[in-house]
């Protein structure tokens, strides 16, 4: 038996409260009804629409702490930060971001978001790419979300680097990871001070 649409629009607020990130369409499917359901109940609830949202998680969250780069410059929306610990990013696929005859994502998209979340989660006012190892696991498509997460596993302090993990997912399944040697400036003149 289907919920009321009193009942399905508090589930609906409920869900989206639980996961910002939740598309109107995994809305759909999950209370079984159309897109258009779905996005009139965000209406009359004055619910923002996905890319809304993800925009007002990031900008509380993310804008003041990253020093690496300017926001705008990284590639997807930063949804979560811990500098030199951990980092998450999304990224949507669309049809500009493919090949055009089989609408699979073009490599250097996923690289992008995966580097500049790598750049992003130092924590300084300078950090580059120096030697990088990675690895595609499957073709993205088309409408699907990327969603990549940065984890710094080590930092040699007697040196100028910082490794950087980067596993990017669709749903649950791998589709690129790789190693970030990321140079910073600040590792470098503290180990000339010690």
């Not at 965000?42 to 993800?54: A, D, N, V, Y």
């Not at 003041?64 to 030199?84: F, N, S």
């Not at 924590?123 to 120096?130: G, H, Q, R, W, Y």
């Amino acid at each position: 038996m289907r919920p009321s649409k009193k009942e399905r629009q508090s589930l609906l607020q409920e869900t989206i409260h639980d996961n910002p990130f939740i598309t109107d369409e995994e809305l759909a499917e999950k209370f079984s009804v159309s897109v258009q359901t779905i996005r009139l109940d965000r209406m009359e609830l004055s619910i923002p629409e996905l890319r809304e949202r993800i925009k007002t998680v990031a900008e509380k969250h993310v804008e003041d702490e990253v020093k690496a780069l300017p926001i705008e410059e990284v590639i997807g929306d930063i949804i979560d930060i811990e500098l030199d610990q951990s980092a998450i990013s999304i990224f949507d696929v669309k049809k500009e971001h493919t090949f055009k005859r089989n609408s699979i994502a073009r490599g250097h998209h996923l690289f992008a978001q995966a580097n500049s979340l790598a750049v992003a989660v130092i924590n300084d006012e300078l950090a580059l790419t120096v030697k990088v190892s990675i690895r595609f696991t499957r073709p993205v498509k088309a409408g699907e979300r990327v969603v990549a997460k940065a984890k710094v596993r080590k930092q040699a302090w007697s040196t100028d680097r910082t490794i950087v993990d980067v596993k990017s997912y669709v749903d649950k399944e791998l589709v690129f990871k790789g190693e970030f040697e990321m140079f910073r400036s600040s590792l470098m003149t503290e180990g000339e001070n010690a």
